[in-house]
C-alpha cells in the first residue's frame, strides 16, 4: 500500500511518518507540504521523494492512500480531493470544525468509496476497554455521572518557551479553529461519548487565562439523553496532571488514573477497591485503517465517534461564546447522538 504524507504541519505527523515504516503493509512514497521548506526537509529525512504540487500526488495513479497531517482548517479541502482521486484517509483529529463539513467529507468518501480513518486512540487502550465492559454489563448499575479530564504544560511559560512548549501555529485560530478543547479535549470528548452514549446538551467555558489568542483552560457540562452528567475538563496549563476517567453508578464506581484501574462494585462480592485485570489493547487505528482496506475488516472507529467529536466541540464553543447551553439538536442533521 503506497502513502503519500500530506503536510507536517502537525505535532503528531512524525509519530505517523513513524507509524507507517513500521508497518510492512505501507510504504511511504512521498510528502507534499503547503511549506515547501519544511516539507522538502522531512522528505529528505525520510528518503523519499517532495512534491510541491498537491495536485499531482492526488493524480499519481500508483498512490494508494494518504495521512493528512494539515493545519485543521485545510482538512475538509484536502481530504474531500483525495477522495474524489480515490485516495484512502488516515488523519487526525477533529475531522473538522462543524458538523456541517464533517458531513460534507463523509458524503465525499462515500461517495468515492474510499476507506476515511480519524485517529482516536485511546478507544483502543486496555483502560478503556474495561471500561466500556464494565458499563455494558453492568458493574456501576445505572450511570449517574462522568468525569474525564485531560490536559499538560504545553502553554504554561518557561526560559527557554516563553509561551510553552507547544509549537507556536496551535495559537493560530483560524488554522487550528480553537485551543485546548479542540485539540487536547478531543480525548475525554471522544471517551466520554462512547461511555455516556447520546449527548442532549452541553454546556461550555473556553478560557484564556494567558490571552494567546485561543483557550488553554477549558470545561464542558454534558447532559445525556439517559440522564446523566458528565464534566470533560482539559487545558493546556497543567503541571503534572494525569489522564483521569471517573464512573459513578448507583451500583458502582469505576476510577482511572493513566492505566491504573479500580472498581468498586456491589456485583463483584466485596466492599473494597478491586484491581481488575485489563483486557490487552486492540490494534492501532492506522493498523486498522490497513485492515480495513485491505482485507476489508470493519473498524472500531465509527462514524458517530467521528461526527460526535465535532458536534460536541462546535456546541461547546458557541455555549462559551454566547453564554448559554447548547442542545445538539442545533446542530445535527444526518446523524443523530
Known amino acids: 500500500m503506497n502513502v503519500a504524507l500530506l503536510s507536517k504541519w502537525h505535532v503528531h505527523a512524525v509519530d505517523y511518518a513513524r507509524e507507517a515504516m ?7 512514497k512521498t510528502v507534499w507540504d503547503e511549506n515547501q521548506e519544511r516539507g522538502t526537509q522531512w522528505a529528505e529525512e525520510l528518503g523519499v521523494s517532495y512534491e510541491a504540487d498537491l495536485q499531482n500526488v492526488l493524480a499519481d495513479s500508483s498512490i494508494d492512500g494518504v495521512i493528512v497531517t494539515t493545519a485543521t482548517n485545510r482538512h475538509k479541502e484536502v481530504i474531500i480531493a483525495a477522495a474524489n482521486h480515490g485516495k484512502h484517509i488516515f488523519t487526525e483529529k477533529v475531522l473538522a470544525f462543524t458538523v456541517k463539513e464533517c458531513e460534507e467529507i463523509l458524503d465525499a468518501v462515500d461517495k468515492n468509496k474510499v476507506q476515511l480513518m480519524v485517529n482516536l486512540p485511546r478507544l483502543t487502550e486496555s483502560f478503556y476497554l474495561y471500561a466500556q465492559q464494565a458499563v455494558d454489563i453492568g458493574l456501576l448499575g ?25 509549537p507556536q501555529h496551535f495559537y493560530n485560530k483560524e488554522e487550528c479553529g480553537g485551543g485546548a478543547l479542540i485539540d487536547l479535549g478531543a480525548h475525554p470528548i471522544y471517551l466520554t461519548n462512547r461511555l455516556g452514549g ?57 476510577m482511572v488514573e493513566w492505566q491504573d484501574v479500580r472498581i468498586k462494585s456491589k456485583h463483584l462480592g466485596t466492599e473494597d477497591w478491586v484491581k481488575p485485570e485489563l483486557p490487552n489493547p486492540i490494534s492501532s487505528n492506522m493498523e486498522q485503517w490497513v485492515e480495513s482496506i485491505e482485507n476489508g475488516v470493519k473498524t472500531t472507529i465509527e462514524r458517530d465517534d467521528i461526527v460526535n467529536l465535532t458536534a460536541i466541540n462546535e456546541a461547546a464553543a458557541i455555549s462559551s461564546k454566547e453564554g448559554r447551553r447548547v442542545q445538539l439538536s442545533e446542530l445535527i442533521s444526518k446523524q443523530n447522538i
Open 142 to 166: 445505572d450511570l449517574t455521572y462522568i468525569r474525564c479530564r485531560v490536559a499538560h504544560n504545553g502553554s504554561v511559560p518557561s526560559e527557554e518557551n516563553p509561551k510553552g512548549w507547544l
Open 22 to 28: 513500521e508497518n510492512k503493509a505501507i510504504t511511504i
Open 198 to 254: 447520546k449527548v442532549k446538551a452541553v454546556s461550555g467555558k473556553l478560557n484564556e487565562l494567558y490571552e494567546l489568542g485561543v483557550d488553554d483552560n477549558a470545561v464542558v457540562m454534558v447532559e445525556y439523553e439517559s440522564g446523566a452528567m458528565g464534566m470533560i475538563e482539559t487545558g493546556f496549563l497543567s503541571y503534572g496532571s494525569p489522564q483521569q476517567l471517573e464512573l459513578y453508578g448507583t451500583e458502582g464506581t469505576l
